[in-house]
């Protein structure tokens, strides 16, 4: 019985190293990259060709994320967040203050409300994230590519639920967002690339709704914006 469980643990501890230089194999060394006003000049660009004063003067905008349901009221900062038979009234400024539903009725589980946070924090992201280049705590730097083309480093150093994660912008010649490289927290491969395609216009503002992750396709649905 010993030699099977030793011969059992020394399996697996083959295997968890595998993976691991696996990991290390697939994944990518942050870039080199400088931050000031050719970074920040960028970063408005971008921003002027995707109509970020028209993105500013939106109220309110609705979405799905696979069956996450949001109707996100920017100028009060709370997002109606739906998923199952949960319903969360998100108060983003005061989130202790948020309501809770659970099949319809009122609700006191706590818990609900940080899932709410996280879940609507992670599908907005993949809607607004360029527009977020210039939020309290975000770096921006400049990456020259091997092509010679000029990349953008986007570091969130606080807010969401996984501060210090990185994303590397890469442009069409219209600077409309084409694809990003991710160094995040919950991804063990470093660098691992995703599409952001399929741009929308709503109200003059273009919105990507499909990204291709590996083998993940990420599509956001119900768009609309008031």
Excluded: C
């Amino acid at each position: 019985m010993m030699g099977i469980v030793k011969k059992t643990f020394l399996a697996l501890v083959v295997i968890s190293l595998g993976l691991v230089l696996v990991i290390q194999w697939l994944s990518k060394p942050l870039p080199e990259s400088i931050t000031g006003p050719e970074a920040d000049g960028l970063a408005r660009d971008v921003q002027e060709a995707l109509n970020i004063t028209g993105y500013k003067a939106l109220n309110e905008i609705q979405f799905s994320f696979r069956d996450h349901h949001y109707l996100w009221n920017k100028a009060e900062e709370r997002v109606l967040v739906s998923w199952e038979d949960y319903q969360v009234d998100l108060i983003l400024s005061e989130t202790e203050n948020s309501k809770i539903l659970q099949g319809g009725k009122e609700s006191n589980r706590i818990d609900l409300i940080d899932k709410a946070k996280a879940y609507f924090y992670n599908d907005s992201y993949w809607l607004v994230a360029p527009f977020k280049f210039f939020d309290p705590g975000v770096i921006r730097s400049l990456v020259q590519t091997d092509n010679g083309s000029k990349a953008l480093l986007i570091t969130h150093t606080s807010g969401g639920v996984t501060p210090g994660d990185s994303y590397l912008w890469y442009f069409d010649e219209n600077l409309i967002p084409t694809h990003f490289e991710l160094w995040v927290s919950i991804i063990p491969i470093k660098g691992v690339s995703a599409t952001w395609l399929s741009w929308v216009s709503k109200q003059d503002v273009l919105f990507s709704t499909f990204h291709k992750l590996g083998p993940l396709e990420i599509t956001i649905g119900d768009l609309k914006v008031y």
